[in-house]
């Protein structure tokens, strides 16, 4: 005599409960032979289907009984007496499926059967394609498969996760409750794929350098740092590939790109992930102005494809790319947004302290004229940036690795490019000087050791050449109306709780 399994009542959030309740269905299942089936073939995704079939009336789809046979996730469950309506997910939409009594009547498929299934539970479906008459498109299922067995359910009432700090810890659910969030994701997908086909065009060679440097280098940041077992020394997760792309500019290839991840042991924010995705391109015999106009005419380039036109909507702002985008030096834009600076005062660093002290900025008193006036510029202006712009002429003292102007030692010849108030794109004229540069290093590692190899390249010449980064998480944000770089990035770091 067989022994009867003792169900324990469920209560509607009782997921604890629910979940001993599938554990025990699925230790049932296996004993009559369930073992995950992996067999089943999907021949048809539900945004083909409607492709194929929408269109067609009530009687045409009647006449032509065309045989379905897909697989989805239950995300959504009616019985109506002797018939079941349910809702399937994929990975590209819903579809409805309807069963009856009559319609499922073999051992192994049978409308109890049917009628057991839990939301969550993933199957596979045979049948026919017909109309209700609320002319919704369904699936007649005349045979079903349990593929997958769903220990956990779904969110309640499949409204989704509803706290952003669980959408982000557990991202799967995210997905199977949040289309939208899946449509995101296909735009960045396409977002890097079209830009990996723009740079082909232009003629750029796709390169890949090293994840693991022997010494933080490139941009101004906090490394991780690891260990090799083997060669027994601190290595580093790079912050920026920059130095090594140099490297093969000085190598001989004249134009050059890579996407890759970088990864900085900073803060956790809405516009910060210490592990990010960066674009950066290097060409030779070129300056800083001509990246310019390369990134003016790429972001035009994307919104024609991604959106059919110039016009991009971004936190209810809108912006027509095809107009010349605004250019503005670092000291003009703060000025225009800080009307009580006169620009004499951009010049005395007596008045530059009293500026910081109004605007209750904190520095450090071994920063210069030009690590303040970034200060200054990055609290009181980058977020006020709204409309495409590009600010130029950036202080040596923050731009190590830029050449500086012709006729002012000061200023770099470097621009970083922003829109909706952050910036996406950092570019310049690369310093190819090794004695300045070596002397910059020096400067910027007072006691720390600097990357003397670079050092040793640049000295066997590097032409002119212009360098560009660009973050694609932020750009992905831009083209897809996103507020928090949390949402365009799959599984974003979060700060660890303790259990």
Same mark, same amino acid.
């Given at each position: ?8 009542p ?10 001993i309740?599938?554990?025990?269905k699925l230790?049932?299942?296996k ?16 945004n ?8 067609q ?13 897909t ?8 019985i ?23 319609s ?7 409308f ?5 299934l ?6 596979? *479906? ?10 919704e ?12 067995k ?8 499949f ?8 959408r982000y810890?557990?991202?799967? /659910? ?16 396409k ?6 086909n723009?740079m082909?065009?232009?003629?750029? /060679?796709? *390169?890949?350098t090293?994840?693991l440097?022997n /010494? ?5 940041a ?6 090799h ?9 790079r912050?920026a ?10 190598g001989?290839?004249?134009k050059?790109f890579?996407i ?7 803060? *956790?924010?809405?516009?910060h ?21 390369f ?12 959106h !059919? ?5 971004y ?45 209750q900025?904190?520095?450090? !008193? ?14 009181? *202006? ?6 495409p ?19 002012d ?15 996406i794109?950092?570019?310049f004229?690369e ?7 070596k ?12 990357d003397k ?8 010449g ?23 770089i ?7 770091n ?6």
């Open positions: 005599m067989k022994k009867k399994i003792k169900k324990i469920f209560k509607k959030k009782d997921t604890n409960n629910e979940f309740n599938r554990k025990l230790k049932e299942l004993k009559k032979g369930f073992n995950f089936p992996n067999k089943f073939q999907k021949k048809h995704y539900f083909q289907i409607y492709i194929k079939y929408n269109s009336n009530r009687n045409e789809l009647q006449d032509n009984q065309n045989n379905i046979q697989a989805g996730r239950i995300i959504q469950k009616r109506m007496g002797k018939a079941i309506f349910m809702r399937l997910q994929d990975s590209e939409g819903e579809i409805q499926i309807y069963s009856k009594q009559n499922l009547t073999s051992k192994t498929n049978n109890k059967k049917f009628k057991s839990d939301l969550g539970d993933i199957i596979g *479906v045979i049948g026919i394609i017909f109309k209700t008459k609320t002319n498109l369904t699936i007649h299922c005349q045979k079903f498969i349990l593929l997958t769903a220990l956990r359910p779904l969110p309640e009432k409204h989704g996760l509803v706290n952003k700090d669980t810890r557990k991202r799967y /659910l995210d997905f199977i409750s949040n289309n939208s969030l899946k449509k995101t994701f296909q735009i960045r997908s977002l890097i794929s079209m830009i990996r723009y082909h065009k232009k003629k750029f /060679l796709e *390169v890949e090293p994840m440097h /010494l933080p280098g490139g941009a101004i906090k490394p991780f740092i690891t260990y077992n083997s060669l027994s020394k601190k290595m580093y997760l912050i590939p920059e130095l090594y792309l140099k490297r093969l500019i000085i001989g290839f004249e050059i890579e890759n991840r970088n990864f900085r042991n900073e803060g *956790v924010s809405s516009r992930n210490p592990e990010f995705t960066m674009m950066e391109i290097y060409i030779a015999y070129s300056n800083y102005k001509y990246l310019m106009k990134l003016e005419n790429l972001m035009q380039y994307l919104s024609k494809k991604i !059919h036109n110039y016009i991009i909507e936190k209810k702002n809108f912006f027509d790319l095809s107009k010349p985008f605004l250019k503005l030096t670092m000291k003009e834009s703060i000025i225009k947004f800080n009307n009580f600076i006169d620009p004499k005062d951009l010049k005395n660093l007596t008045q530059l302290k009293k500026i910081t002290n109004k605007l900025l904190k520095i450090k !008193h071994t920063w210069g004229i030009g690590k303040i006036i970034t200060e200054i510029f990055e609290k009181t *202006v980058e977020k006020k940036l709204i409309n712009t590009f600010i130029t002429e950036y202080p040596i003292e923050v731009s190590p690795l830029a050449r500086e102007k012709n006729h030692k000061y200023f770099s010849d470097r621009f970083e490019f922003f829109i909706g108030g952050y910036e794109g950092n570019g004229s310093l190819n000087d090794p004695t300045e540069q002397k910059r290093f020096k400067m910027q590692n007072k006691k720390k050791k600097y190899d670079y050092i040793l390249a640049l000295e066997h590097m032409p002119p050449t212009a360098g560009l980064g660009i973050g694609i998480d932020r750009l992905t944000m831009i083209f897809t109306n996103q507020k928090n949390k949402d365009v990035i799959m599984f974003p979060m700060r660890f709780i303790k259990k």
